[in-house]
Structure formats: structure tokens, C-alpha cells
């Protein structure tokens, strides 16, 4: 990555700019319900913004974040010697990709027979095999907001696995803005293609996905990013709940995505739509349960596909007493 | 931008809700004695100076509002415009300015204790109706009293905003952040009928600001803790706000999302945890487990409290879990290969950390795996990890469960009280009565160093680091052989 090296480097995204609603009206704390949204158990108003935070259009500074100290997957890393050989290396690498690009679309959707594509009932998205199927991953954890909680990722037992772990710690910053504190998240990079051009996932023929995680008995939360090439919508996103048993078993976690609310600025919005499922950004886990002390979360592989039991389209309907407009 | 300047003042023990108090929370009614209006003459005269800016009306009110905080020490270096980064009690004072702002205003200005004791505290202005006894319990009794003692003291209510957030910080000292009857009768506390909109022009504009994000933040705290409120709630918030207010909203959405997500925990862990640390264990184990045939068995109980500390006693509690599949699996377990007692790894039950060990052996080279000889898991249980013969996958999950990872079996579970290698001893020797193969098989102890070290540390244990250890275990390995040999 030296030619984005070069091209972005210096530049540095305060965690407290993007936040204009609220430092402008004085009326609108991070507690004010706002007009229509509602706030939910378990993710906390203020850093539920950091996360999505990172997702600006064509993000690629999130590799100079402060969160990337906190990822300790290659310290080993030596730097580069030559930033101009490397630049020539990025180069020719791009153009490579955007070569095998064009001929993928030749073959079919991304590089594979049509038939393949349609038939296709099961597929594992990201697994967890060796250090670069770490890098497709950011952590993060309420330190840009001045908390205390720490979360580092690494490979597991045996390179099979990944392992989140860390420790919580609700303690609020002392900002004198933030009531609240404490979560953990650890979200996949934007897929990019040729020239770090945005590209997205297209799930549409899958209803279901499939986690296969070991967990400490803590609560995570799920959170999918839709792709925001169209219309700049960076802080909403769709979540749910994945429950860890604990224990030294495996655990298979099958969320339908029906299941999963709206919700605008960690808050959920009382309008809720379904998940369209043909431009998923980004894919999200979190902890913010509350409970200081450490944690860990060892996760195998996640992939997605279709339950053909499973028949719902919407798990939650819009409710005419919240939302008087959706019913005339 | 002024109107920032006294919010960038760190709240030193206060978090969120006292920022709130200091520039948003202020009682229509502000009695201004002849004495803090000098004060804030004194001020308005030395603020502009240093600084060479105006003063502004609005500033000035945020000063008055900042007085009758009692703020004392911080406010007097904030009343002369010194730069927050080095608020100290000495700040560089102007030409102009008056001794009279530094002043220590005792009768007015509740004064913070010394910085040497550690964190310098303002009172909030009705602290002291919750120390009433200083000595006595905090409990739900005298969290109720002081409340009353509040409604009672003040017939005109004022300064409800400021004591329902007082009250709100202080739920937890008195171990009543649960209660829904406590949170009605802090909403008991705001006058009735006077905030609710009675045109469209109070509905239009946000009716009474603070006191509705007062109450929108009882039920925020209602909705941390996860209590579900009820009719009354309602009833009072209709009484209060009204039904077209921000509170009744955050209720409706309350109300709604609470049933929706009232059931969605597949392994639900009850929200009163046993005290007894048997019982926790015998919870905790059959949390774990999710075979339903499986056994709990207390192989030691712990002493009994009167001599020895219920934290520390030479007799920890040893509970194990084992299942009818693992006890056939061990059965078959090849005497040659050991198994390994691992652990500790953490297991969290809502807010209680308990941590457990298991018994495993390692997964057989595939040229040694015999397909068929063990009877393969049932469906509902896929993830065992009990088998040679891969789970069975159904024809969705067929191109997801070929990449599973495959780990040795586990054959049992335990909590122990200690986490030391004597104790589990007594484990295995406890599980040989159900497994009398277990004498043959030689038990490897791999144990992380501290007993609260995460399941990081014990399974990134490669194998450099596990030899010194392991030359400690062989001997461990001829021990227990010689001691099955003796028994």
C-alpha cells in the first residue's frame, strides 16, 4: 500500500469532527432521543457513531487511524526500503487486477460461470487462515473517544481460527460529552477492486448467515453496512444480536437476515426496512454488553447461505402508533 | 464559540449528566443573593480583560448559572477566562481584576475539599439529603426516605431536575437500579399537569426542554438496566408530559422494542445468579453443555465457612459435567496418546466471570481415524468436537462444514474453586470411578500461569513455550501412573 501511503499520507480524521448534529444545537445531547430514532439495550449512543465513522466515502484512511496501533497482527512488519520501487510494484499490481477484471466479466460474475453462480447454496466469505485474512479486518474499541477498553486481533490455535480479545471497560471519558462507554468492534475492510475502487458483496440469492464462533457466553452484535456509493448513508446500518453459549464448543450461529433492524447513528429508527442484500459493504461485530473485564471471541469462518425453511422476509413491522405516516 | 467554554470545564466525578447540569439545567427561578450578585459584578468586570473580548448577556447568564452550581475553585479561574488546559487556582489574573472573585464563598459555595485527598468533588446541591445516615444501610428504605425528605422540603419542587439526576447517579450506590418502583416515584417527583403542552404553540416548540430530557433520561437508565416499564409509568408520563411529549415517545418505543427483543437469547442465563459457588458452577456447567443427558457431579464440596475464608479454603469446590457420549468416547480412548487437563478459560454469566477447565486429547492424524467406530453426533449437536467422523452436514451447510476446524474431543468439564494442578488432580481422580479407563491413560496438565488469563494466552500456547512446562508434566505423568498403579 505505499502508493496510497504517499498519496494520503497526513491525513487524520478526528473522531469528534464528523459530528456536526450534535455540537451545533446545543439542545441535542447524545441522550436526546432524537426525533426518529429510538435507543436500544445494548449499543451506546456516541460510540455507536465511531464505528460508522469509518466508513466514508472511498475510506481508505482508516489504515492511519489510531486503531491500527491497536491491531497487533504484524508487528513484525519491516518497513518498506524503496517507496518508489514499491509504487512501480502497486502499480503494475493494479493494472494486473483491472485486467483479470475485465476478463472475469467475460466469465461471469466475479470471475465465475453463470451457472455456478446461480446454483450456488453455501458460501464462506471470509475465513480466518493465516495473517492476510487478518488484514481484511479493522478493530476498534471506544480508545478514539478516550476510553480505557482494549481489543486486539490475532490468529488462533493452530492458524485456523481468528481470536478477538481484549478487555472491556465502561469507564466514561471525561470529556464532559460522554455519559456512556465501553464497546469493542471489529469490522471487515471495504472490498476494493482495481485502482481501490469501492466494491461490494452481492448476497442476494442467500437468506441466512452462518457464523461459526467460540465465545466467551458474552452478547455481540451483528451490524452489516450496505454499500453507500449511491446516496451518502455512512451511519446506518442493520444489526442483530449473536448470543455466545461459552464453553469450549464450537458454536454455529445462523442469523436469517430478516432478522436484521435499521437503525440510523446507533439509534434504531422507528421506520424499519428489510436488508437488501445486493450491495453489502461491510460487515461488523461488536461488544458493548456493559460488563467490564476481558473477553475473547475465537471465530472459524463466516459465510452465508440459503435455509430453505426459512420463509420470512421482515421480522418487524412497522408499527401505525410510532409511524402515522407509513399508514395513510 | 463562548457557549462551549464552560462545557470544555472536565466534570471531574460527574460524567454526562452534570455537563447537563452546568450549562443546560437551571431552575426558572434563579435567587440571586446581594452577595453572589457582587460576585458576579466582580466577575463580569475581570472576565473581559485578560482576554480583551466582550462579554456577552449570554455568557453572563452561563456565569450566574456556573455560580449557582457551586463550582467554587473551578468557576473563580473560569470566571477570569484563563485557558482551560491550565486551569489551576492560581490563574494569571488581569490588571482589573478583583480580589472578590477568588474568594472562598463558604455560606454560598459548598468548597471542594483539598486536591491531596485524591479527586476533587463538588456537591450537587442536594447531595446532602442522601447522607442522612452516613452509617446506616443503603438500601431501598433510605433511598425512598431521602426522596421524600426531598418532596416534603419543598413543597414548590424546585430543583426537581437537578435531584432526579442526583437520584439517578445515586440508584446504584443503593442497589436499586432495578427496581421499576423506585423510577416511578422519581417521576413521581415532577409536578403534574404543568408541563404539558396545552396549545400548539408549546407543542410546536420543544415544551419545558430540561425537564423532558430529565425524564427522558430515567428512562434511558430504565432501558440500561433493562427494566420494562409499566402502566403506571405510562400513566404518570401522561400525567406529567403528555402524550405528545419526547418521554411518551421514548416509551412507546420502549414498550415496543423490549417485547421484541424479550426472548431472542438462545441460552438465557437467569438474571438472579446464585450466590452459592456450587451452585454457580452447576449452572454454569449446564450452560456449557449442550448435551441434555449429561451429569453434574460434585466431587468435593468446600469447607465449611466458620474457620477457614469462604474465599480461600484448603477444600475448593471441584464440579465436573460429563455426558454419556464423552464417557463412551473416553472409554474407546487409545491408553497410548495422553490427554491434557486444559485451562483455565473464562465463561461470563451476565456479570460473573467463572472459569472452567476441560479434558481432551488431541485430534488423531487422519491416517488413524477410523470412520464409523464412534456413533456419529446428532444434528442438534454439530459442533461437538466429540469424534473422529466429521459433523454430519445437511445439503445447505455441505460447502460451509468442509471447512470447519477440527479439534481433538473434549471428554469432560470442570469448575474447580482453585485453579492448580493438586485440585484437578482430585478431578481426574474423581472422574476415574465413572472411567475406570482413565487409569490407564497418562493426563497431561497444561495450565496457563494465572488463573485469569484469557483463553488467548492458554491456546496460543505453541509448542516452544509448552516444553519447559512439559518436562515438569512428564514427571506429573509418572506421578499420577505411579499413584493409578497404587490404587
Request: charged residues 25%; aromatic residues 10%.
Amino acid at each position: 500500500m505505499a502508493l496510497v501511503h504517499k498519496l494520503l499520507n497526513g491525513t487524520y480524521i478526528l473522531r469528534k469532527c464528523p459530528k456536526p448534529g450534535v455540537a451545533s444545537c446545543p439542545f441535542l445531547s447524545t441522550r436526546f432521543a432524537d426525533y426518529c430514532s429510538s435507543s436500544l439495550e445494548k449499543p451506546v449512543a456516541a460510540p455507536g457513531k465511531a464505528p460508522s465513522q469509518r466508513k466514508t466515502e472511498g475510506n481508505l484512511e482508516g489504515h492511519h487511524q489510531r486503531e491500527v496501533a491497536l491491531d497487533i497482527t504484524s508487528p513484525e512488519d519491516k518497513p518498506e526500503v524503496s517507496f518508489d520501487k514499491a509504487i512501480k510494484e502497486e502499480i503494475k499490481d493494479h493494472f494486473r487486477r483491472l485486467k483479470d477484471d475485465i476478463v472475469n466479466h467475460w466469465i461471469g460474475p466475479e470471475g465465475r460461470p453463470l451457472h455456478e453462480v446461480l446454483m450456488e447454496q453455501a458460501k464462506v466469505v471470509w475465513q480466518f487462515r493465516g495473517k492476510e485474512d487478518l488484514d481484511k479486518w479493522i478493530v476498534t474499541s471506544d480508545k478514539t473517544i478516550g476510553g480505557r477498553s482494549e481489543v486486539f486481533l490475532k490468529m488462533g490455535r493452530n492458524n485456523q481460527s481468528a481470536l478477538l480479545y481484549g478487555t472491556l471497560s465502561s469507564e466514561a471519558p471525561q470529556d464532559g460529552e460522554s455519559g456512556r462507554s465501553g464497546y469493542c468492534a471489529m469490522i471487515s475492510k471495504i472490498p476494493t477492486g482495481p485502482f481501490e475502487r469501492k466494491r461490494f458483496y452481492d448476497w442476494s440469492q442467500f437468506n441466512t448467515l452462518y457464523l461459526r464462533v467460540r465465545g466467551d457466553g458474552r452478547p455481540w452484535m451483528v451490524n452489516i453496512r450496505e454499500d453507500t456509493d449511491i446516496i451518502q448513508r455512512k451511519d446506518q446500518m442493520y444489526s442483530y444480536f449473536m448470543f455466545t453459549r461459552g464453553g469450549p464448543y464450537w458454536q454455529e450461529v445462523k442469523i436469517p437476515f430478516s432478522k436484521f433492524f435499521f437503525s440510523n447513528r446507533g439509534r434504531i429508527r422507528d421506520a424499519q426496512y428489510k436488508l437488501l442484500l445486493d450491495k453489502i459493504s461491510s460487515i461488523g461485530f461488536t461488544l458493548a454488553d456493559k460488563v467490564d473485564g476481558p473477553f475473547f471471541l475465537e471465530i472459524d469462518f463466516i459465510g452465508v447461505f440459503t435455509d430453505p425453511a426459512h420463509t420470512e422476509e421482515f421480522a418487524y413491522e412497522n408499527s401505525p402508533e410510532l409511524n402515522p405516516r407509513l399508514f395513510k | 464559540m463562548r457557549l462551549l467554554r464552560l462545557r470544555e470545564v472536565k466534570p471531574f466525578s460527574q460524567g454526562h449528566a452534570a455537563s447537563h447540569q452546568l450549562g443546560w439545567n437551571w431552575t426558572p427561578h434563579l435567587s440571586l443573593s446581594p452577595k453572589r450578585l457582587k460576585i458576579l459584578a466582580a466577575s463580569l468586570s475581570c472576565c473581559g480583560c485578560p482576554t480583551g473580548k466582550g462579554m456577552s448577556w449570554a455568557q453572563a447568564i452561563l456565569l450566574a448559572r456556573g455560580l449557582s452550581r457551586g463550582w467554587g475553585g473551578i468557576c473563580s479561574t473560569a470566571l477570569t477566562g484563563a485557558p482551560f488546559s491550565q486551569v489551576t487556582p492560581q490563574a494569571p489574573r488581569g490588571l482589573h481584576c478583583s480580589t472578590a472573585a477568588h474568594q472562598p464563598d463558604s455560606p454560598l459555595v459548598p468548597r471542594p475539599p483539598e486536591p491531596q485527598r485524591g479527586l476533587v468533588k463538588a456537591l450537587a446541591p442536594h447531595e446532602e439529603l442522601f447522607r442522612q445516615a452516613p452509617d446506616g444501610v443503603r438500601d431501598k428504605a433510605s433511598f425512598v426516605q431521602a426522596v421524600q425528605n426531598f418532596t416534603q422540603y419543598n413543597v414548590h419542587k424546585r430543583g426537581h431536575v437537578d435531584f432526579i439526576y442526583l437520584a439517578l447517579r445515586k440508584m446504584r450506590e443503593y442497589g436499586v437500579e432495578r427496581d421499576l418502583a423506585i423510577y416511578n416515584l422519581l417521576l413521581d417527583i415532577f409536578p403534574k399537569e404543568v408541563f404539558r403542552p396545552r396549545n400548539i404553540f408549546h407543542s410546536i416548540f420543544l415544551h419545558y426542554p430540561r425537564q423532558q430530557e430529565c425524564g427522558i433520561a430515567v428512562l434511558e437508565q430504565m432501558e440500561n438496566h433493562g427494566v420494562m416499564p409499566n402502566k403506571e409509568t405510562e400513566f404518570l408520563l401522561t400525567q406529567i408530559f403528555g402524550r405528545k411529549s419526547y418521554p411518551m415517545l421514548k416509551f412507546v418505543r420502549m414498550k415496543l422494542w423490549f417485547t421484541r427483543f424479550k426472548n431472542i437469547n438462545p441460552f438465557p442465563v437467569p438474571r438472579d445468579l446464585p450466590q452459592d459457588p456450587v451452585d454457580l458452577a452447576r449452572l454454569a456447567l449446564r450452560h456449557m453443555e449442550p448435551d441434555l443427558s449429561a451429569r453434574v457431579t460434585v466431587y468435593q464440596m468446600p469447607l465449611s465457612k466458620d474457620s477457614t475464608d469462604a474465599t480461600d479454603p484448603t477444600e475448593p469446590h471441584i464440579i465436573g459435567i460429563q455426558s454419556p457420549d464423552q464417557q463412551a468416547a473416553l472409554a474407546h480412548h487409545d491408553p497410548a496418546r495422553p490427554i491434557f487437563v486444559e485451562g483455565p478459560f473464562s465463561l461470563w454469566l451476565r456479570d460473573k466471570c467463572v472459569y472452567y477447565h476441560i479434558l481432551r486429547a488431541d485430534l488423531l492424524p487422519p491416517e488413524e481415524r477410523e470412520k464409523g467406530s464412534l456413533k456419529p453426533p446428532s444434528l442438534a449437536w454439530k459442533g461437538c468436537g466429540l469424534e473422529g467422523a466429521a459433523p454430519v452436514p445437511t445439503a445447505q451447510t455441505e460447502g460451509l462444514s468442509l471447512l470447519t476446524v477440527e479439534e481433538g474431543p473434549v471428554f469432560a468439564i470442570c469448575m474447580a474453586g482453585a485453579h492448580d494442578q493438586a485440585t484437578l488432580a482430585k478431578w481426574i481422580q474423581g472422574l476415574q470411578e465413572t472411567n475406570p479407563t482413565l487409569a490407564r491413560i497418562p493426563v497431561v496438565f497444561r495450565l496457563s500461569a494465572s488463573s485469569g488469563e484469557l483463553l488467548a494466552s492458554s491456546s496460543g500456547l505453541e509448542e516452544p513455550p509448552l516444553t519447559p512446562p512439559e518436562g515438569r508434566e512428564e514427571e506429573e505423568n509418572n506421578q499420577q501412573r505411579q499413584q493409578q498403579s497404587q490404587s
